[in-house]
């Protein structure tokens, strides 16, 4: 993963030959359950430049690593590099109306909500086709206007994961909420607000 981080830190991070490896390193850190600000960011900037390689599905499990990051400002930073028509993805739209509830404290409605779209849960990530880089004498053969093959390293492939922690960051954010704003609470409204959770 470091060599990822220092990829960043270069002019290439804006070439989409690199949105597999990124795409691939995302999925290890959100199952490792360590989302990363950066690599999200860099991929969503990638589907700024290049439209053609926009994947709804990984925008929004990239969302929804975000929405698990409240307090902090992850998931306004991600939504900021979206291009406005990515924003109309039905995917998209469900993980921003969550994200809504949460700010405005609609905490019954949001796990009402929840429970009717568990399947955001299973984050699908989109692993785009991953070509190796050019020999010299390949390149070299390209210059002369010849045809060169590319060879694949990756197919396209689909990353899935299940964000089995997704609850449990909401209610610790809840609870950041709750002991902000109030100094005695009825047991009865903190099961209201987080869901009737056990």
């Given at each position: 993963?470091?060599?990822?981080?220092?990829?960043?830190?270069?002019?290439?991070?804006?070439?989409?030959?690199?949105?597999?490896?990124?795409?691939?390193?995302?999925?290890?850190?959100?199952?490792?359950?360590?989302?990363?600000?950066?690599i999200?960011?860099?991929?969503?900037?990638?589907?700024?430049?290049?439209?053609?390689?926009?994947?709804?599905?990984?925008?929004?499990?990239?969302?929804?690593?975000?929405?698990?990051?409240?307090?902090?400002?992850?998931?306004?930073?991600?939504?900021?590099?979206?291009?406005?028509?990515s924003?109309?993805?039905?995917?998209?739209?469900?993980?921003?109306?969550?994200?809504?509830?949460?700010?405005?404290?609609?905490?019954?409605?949001?796990?009402?909500?929840?429970?009717?779209?568990?399947?955001?849960?299973?984050?699908?990530?989109?692993?785009?086709?991953?070509?190796?880089?050019?020999?010299?004498?390949?390149?070299?053969?390209?210059?002369?206007?010849?045809?060169?093959?590319?060879?694949?390293?990756?197919?396209?492939?689909?990353?899935?994961?299940?964000?089995?922690?997704?609850?449990?960051?909401?209610?610790e954010?809840?609870?950041?909420?709750?002991?902000?704003t109030?100094?005695?609470?009825?047991?009865?409204?903190?099961?209201?607000?987080?869901?009737?959770?056990?």
């Amino acid at each position: 993963m470091d060599e990822v981080h220092e990829l960043l830190e270069t002019f290439e991070q804006y070439d989409n030959v690199h949105l597999p490896r990124l795409v691939q390193t995302l999925h290890a850190t959100i199952e490792g359950r360590d989302f990363d600000l950066d690599i999200a960011n860099a991929i969503l900037r990638l589907y700024r430049f290049y439209p053609s390689d926009f994947d709804a599905d990984t925008a929004a499990s990239i969302l929804m690593g975000a929405l698990m990051q409240l307090p902090e400002n992850d998931f306004t930073l991600c939504l900021s590099l979206l291009h406005p028509s990515s924003l109309e993805h039905e995917k998209v739209k469900q993980v921003l109306h969550m994200h809504e509830l949460l700010e405005t404290c609609d905490f019954v409605e949001f796990w009402a909500y929840l429970r009717e779209h568990e399947d955001l849960l299973d984050l699908k990530l989109k692993s785009p086709v991953e070509y190796d880089d050019l020999t010299d004498e390949e390149y070299e053969r390209m210059q002369n206007g010849e045809e060169v093959e590319p060879r694949i390293l990756h197919e396209e492939m689909v990353l899935t994961c299940h964000l089995s922690d997704f609850k449990t960051s909401i209610l610790e954010y809840i609870a950041h909420i709750v002991t902000a704003t109030y100094q005695t609470i009825p047991k009865s409204t903190i099961e209201k607000l987080t869901g009737d959770l056990d």
